[in-house]
């Protein structure tokens, strides 16, 4: 019902910046809350930073002060922009929403997408 692309992932040395997009496309009735999460390898996915409908936001303790969240509601688009990047900040990111969507010529119904995971790689 609701596909999400990303891009803007890559390589970057310690220090460095990168910015993150997400698409979101289909029967798109609203996106109460959209957020990023990583996943580094033999680690458990975690929340990077979230935002809502209403434009509050929310980080990880590690990532507060150097990256920032951004939303585009007219394109459906949100964004992760990362700044002073480290190496432990390696990991796949990926992109999730919180959306209500038509599910029927009458009905809506609420559900969670994911995007496919991008690679952030940062060497020191």
């Known amino acids: 019902q609701v596909q999400l692309v990303e891009s803007g992932g890559g390589l970057v040395q310690a220090g460095g910046s990168l910015r993150l997009s997400c698409a979101a496309s289909?029967?798109?009735?609203?996106?109460?809350?959209m957020g990023w999460y990583r996943q580094a390898p033999g680690q458990q996915r975690e929340l990077v930073a979230r935002?809502?409908?209403?434009?509050?936001?929310n980080y990880a303790d590690s990532v507060k002060g150097r990256f920032s969240i951004s939303r585009d509601n007219a394109k459906n688009t949100w964004y992760l922009q990362m700044n002073s990047l480290k190496p432990e900040d390696t990991a796949v990111y990926y992109c999730?929403?919180?959306?209500?969507?038509?599910?029927?010529?009458?009905?809506?119904?609420?559900?969670?997408?994911w995007g496919q995971g991008t690679q952030v790689t940062v060497s020191s």
């Open positions: 289909g029967r798109i009735f609203s996106i109460n809350a």
């Open positions: 935002i809502t409908s209403g434009g509050d936001t």
């Open positions: 999730n929403a919180d959306t209500t969507y038509y599910s029927g010529v009458f009905s809506r119904s609420r559900d969670e997408y």
